[in-house]
C-alpha cells in the first residue's frame, strides 16, 4: 500500500524558510503527479504546489516566487522549499500524489489525489 511522509515542519518568524520533504513507498515516480496542499484552522483545503510528470510545476497565486516544488525521483521524495513565509502560510501542510497521472498538468483537484500522507505543521509567527 502506497504510504505518504512528510517532514520538515516546524515554528519559524515572519520572513524565514522552511523545507518541507514527503518521502513516497512508490517503486517511482513514473506516470505520477505530486502536489502540496495546506489546510489552516477554520479554512479549506487549499492547493499550493503541483509538479507533473514532466517536471512541469503549477503554484497558488498566494505562494508564486515565494514556494517552490520539487522532486527527486531516485529517492522519491518531493519538496516544498518555502521562503519569505509569512503568519498566513501558518497551516497543516500534506504532500499528494496521483498514480497514472499521464500529461495532466497544474493542482488538480482534491478528488484526483488517492493518496495523502498525515501532515507536517508549519506555523509562521509575525
Known amino acids: 500500500q502506497l504510504q505518504l511522509q512528510e517532514s520538515g515542519g516546524g515554528s519559524v518568524q515572519a520572513g524565514g524558510s522552511l523545507r518541507l520533504s514527503c518521502a513516497a513507498s512508490l517503486y517511482s515516480f513514473h506516470n505520477v503527479c505530486l502536489a502540496w496542499f495546506r489546510r489552516a484552522p477554520g479554512k479549506e483545503r487549499e492547493g499550493v504546489a503541483g509538479?507533473?510528470?514532466?517536471?512541469?510545476?503549477s503554484y497558488a497565486d498566494s505562494v508564486k516566487g515565494r514556494f517552490t516544488i520539487s522532486k527527486d525521483d531516485a529517492k522519491r521524495t518531493v519538496y516544498l522549499e518555502m521562503n519569505s513565509l509569512k503568519p498566513e502560510d501558518t497551516a497543516m501542510y500534506y504532500c499528494?500524489?496521483?498514480?497514472?497521472?499521464?500529461?495532466?498538468?497544474?493542482?488538480?483537484?482534491?478528488?484526483?489525489?488517492?493518496?495523502w500522507g498525515q501532515g507536517t505543521q508549519v506555523t509562521v509567527s509575525s
Open positions: 499528494a500524489t496521483k498514480v497514472a497521472c499521464g500529461w495532466l498538468l497544474g493542482i488538480l483537484p482534491v478528488y484526483e489525489y488517492g493518496t
Open positions: 509538479i507533473g510528470t514532466s517536471g512541469r510545476t
